[in-house]
């Protein structure tokens, strides 16, 4: 191995990878994300990135996932997966962003240098890297970018192929544990649908029959590993695989997948005259990370179950779970959300267990959930997952219970544990669990849906001139600055029942962001616009382009 940059082979391949001088390129919380065809110059440049992360971490196995998940389909993106499968340490987005943005070779190769010496990194230690992509067109151009990166800095590589998000954080993990007490299951795509529904059925075993699930896989790659998971479930679960067609162009989330459902509040079209009233479907996003659960009730009106619905259901399960067998004095059960979460919700679960709020990303709560024995977390999207702590899964395997009825639950706890995809939010996986309990409880969608009533809300973009003068705390539920808004918004939200109301700004674009909520859907839609006025008038946005809603 050599101990210095093969800087000759970097820069030769670098040159056929030059970064256009009109995009400016930002790691984020879903990695780079932005129009396929201008990020040929980062898959390089992020595959020689990965290499090193691995040798920074003694030749750990790092993951590479290109996709741009529920972004329309000319987007793409990329983004690192850390060895226990979590997502990339914050601190190298910062240094992913300072190499994306190297104007040129030269630079590239100074910036590589520099960054090599400051962090350390022992070039000699091998790397390894494991990738794969999702369905999009732009997908197979920007993988071979990606092996370029990985040819110029001799990095031993396995292409997992065309898979699912979760399947490729599942088999970072699986890799990296291969051979260990801490083994997570076997590092193959068919390993992880091993795991999954053989975990499954066990949960199941001996409940009624579950009656068949529509599925919409987003015309994504959901649509294979879903056919996939179909064919090892069998009659024990029936999937009605819809939104399959992932070779047509356009087709990719148009219309259909979990952020439709969630952003449009409606079933998707395709599946207007396949769900009949009663039924309960569901909606996987374009890489199978997000699921949103609904339902048509008797008089055939569509009724969502978004990722609130889908936390509270599951929290109070394993509620219910650790009481029976006798465990609830050991293994505290808690719950993480973001202001974003219904009210409803928050006081249906704050009744249960204790829930914390966190600022929004995935990061934030992932993090937060990691301080419960089992922390739940889902955002509203659909994205989420149950970590058992390694405490928790260590009490689980040596308990002894006293009775059978505690062995029986002992059992479903442990079952649970090989059903969820621990490292990241894993739409089929989590609607495994969902049906799990669904068949537990004897729910139908109605039962399941009336656990507790959501609050009417309104989420509202105001535009402004500059985002970064809006700064929050409290979990960005209250603003800092600009200074007196957080007072006058204080004083509105006081005159509606059941009111609240957050401002925020966005991650992405310059606009800010408006949730309200109240007890009566026209004053919810008052208050959110009221908000918005308030905030437009108070950034001094412009008299004329006042949009007409705002009060």
């Known amino acids: 191995m050599a101990s210095s940059l093969p800087v000759e082979a970097i820069r030769t391949l670098s040159e056929q990878h030059p970064k256009p001088s009109n995009v400016h390129y930002q790691y984020g919380t879903a990695g780079f994300r932005t129009l396929g065809n201008v990020l040929d110059s980062v898959m390089f440049r992020v595959g020689i990135l990965a290499a090193l992360r691995s040798k920074r971490l003694d ?18 993106g990329v983004k690192l997966v850390d060895p226990r499968g979590e997502m990339l340490e914050a601190a190298w987005e910062t240094h992913a962003t300072n190499l994306a943005n190297a104007p040129t070779t030269d630079a590239f190769i100074d910036a590589l240098d520099a960054f090599v010496k400051t962090l350390h990194i022992d070039l000699s230690k091998p790397a390894r890297v494991v990738y794969a992509r999702d369905t999009r067109p732009s997908g197979p151009a920007l993988i071979a970018a990606l092996e370029d990166g990985f040819r110029a800095i001799d990095a031993e590589t396995r292409n997992a192929g065309v898979t699912t998000t979760p399947v490729l954080h599942y088999l970072v993990k699986a890799i990296n544990t291969k051979g260990t007490k801490d083994a997570y299951g076997e590092d193959s795509e068919e390993g992880y649908l091993q795991k999954l529904s053989t975990a499954f059925k066990k949960l199941v075993a001996g409940k009624p029959a579950i009656p068949p699930l529509v599925v919409d896989c987003a015309n994504g790659v959901g649509a294979i590993v879903g056919e996939k998971l179909a064919e090892h479930l069998g009659d024990t679960l029936k999937l009605v695989l819809h939104n399959t067609a992932i070779t047509t162009t356009g087709a990719l989330n148009n219309a259909c997948g979990a952020d439709f459902v969630k952003t449009s509040q409606r079933l998707p079209p395709s599946l207007a005259s396949v769900l009949k009233p009663g039924q309960r479907a569901c909606s996987l996003d374009g890489d199978a990370d997000r699921l949103i659960y609904y339902y048509l009730d008797d008089r055939g009106q569509f009724h969502m179950l978004d990722g609130d619905k889908i936390a509270a259901l599951v929290a109070a399960f394993i509620v219910e779970l650790t009481k029976s067998a006798g465990l609830d004095g050991e293994i505290q059960v808690g719950i993480v959300q973001t202001a974003y979460a219904n009210g409803g919700s928050t006081k249906y679960l704050s009744e249960r267990l204790p829930v914390k709020c966190v600022p929004t990303g995935v990061k934030h709560l992932h993090h937060a959930a990691e301080h419960y024995d089992i922390g739940v977390y889902f955002e509203a999207n659909g994205h989420g997952t ?101 007072a006058k918004i204080d004083d509105l939200v006081r005159r509606y029942e059941g009111g609240r109301a957050f401002v925020r700004p966005s991650g992405t674009e310059d606009v800010v962001r408006v949730y309200a909520e109240a007890a009566v859907r026209s004053q919810a839609d008052e208050l959110a616009f009221r908000v918005a006025g308030l905030v437009y008038d108070d950034v001094g946005g412009d008299p004329a382009k006042r949009p007409a809603e705002f009060l």
Do not use: C
């Open 386 to 486: 149950v970590l058992f702590s390694p405490e928790t899964l260590e009490k689980l395997a040596t308990y002894q219970p006293s009775t059978p009825a505690q062995s029986t639950a002992l059992n479903h706890l442990i079952n649970l544990t090989q059903v969820i995809n621990q490292t990241v939010g894993d739409a089929l996986s989590d609607m495994l669990l969902v049906e799990v309990v669904l068949a537990h409880k004897s729910y139908s969608g109605l039962e399941w849906d009336s656990l507790y009533v959501d609050l009417p809300n309104r989420l509202v973009k105001v535009v402004v001139p500059n985002r970064s003068i809006f700064r929050t705390e409290d979990a960005e539920r209250r603003l800092v600055s600009p200074p007196g808004l957080q």
């Open 59 to 76: 030749g750990k196995t790092i993951g590479v996932m290109v996709t741009a998940s529920h972004n329309p389909e000319p987007d793409n």
